[in-house]
């Protein structure tokens, strides 16, 4: 499985981007899809995650009405929105699939997830 994350760059804070990330080498319907990111001299921390088929999303306190995570099964992408960034926002952003069973778990573990993608750079000056 390949996951390509893109759309990171620089911005102003209070202004929005969104990121993408394209999956490959596996039914990508039956993965939750899960962001992290990991900050300057911090650990990579849990940003949010969607189901499989989209309906349910669950996102840390840091980014709860702020953040949008996205799904398009026919096209194989993940997306997140992101309103509102702040400098605290700055950090590498990666998307993560896993895939274990079970109907309604969205993992906030790194730990759990299978496969990761190579991140993209977000950087929110002030």
């Known amino acids: 499985v390949q996951l390509q994350a893109s759309g990171g760059g620089l911005v102003q804070a209070g202004t929005s981007l969104r990121l993408s990330c394209a999956a490959s080498?596996?039914?990508?319907?039956?993965?939750?899809m899960g962001w992290f990111r990991q900050g300057p001299g911090k650990e990579r921390e849990f940003v949010g995650a969607?189901?499989?088929?989209?309906?349910?999303?669950y996102y840390a306190d840091s980014v709860k009405g702020r953040f949008t995570i996205s799904r398009d099964n026919a096209k194989n992408t993940v997306y997140l929105q992101m309103n509102s960034l702040k400098p605290e926002d700055t950090a590498v952003y990666y998307c993560?699939?896993?895939w274990g069973l079970g109907p309604i778990y969205l993992p906030t573990s790194p730990d759990k997830y299978d496969n990761w993608g190579q991140g993209t750079q977000v950087t929110v000056s002030s």
């Open positions: 993560a699939a896993y």
């Open positions: 080498g596996r039914t990508f319907s039956n993965s939750v």
């Open positions: 969607i189901s499989r088929d989209g309906g349910r999303t």
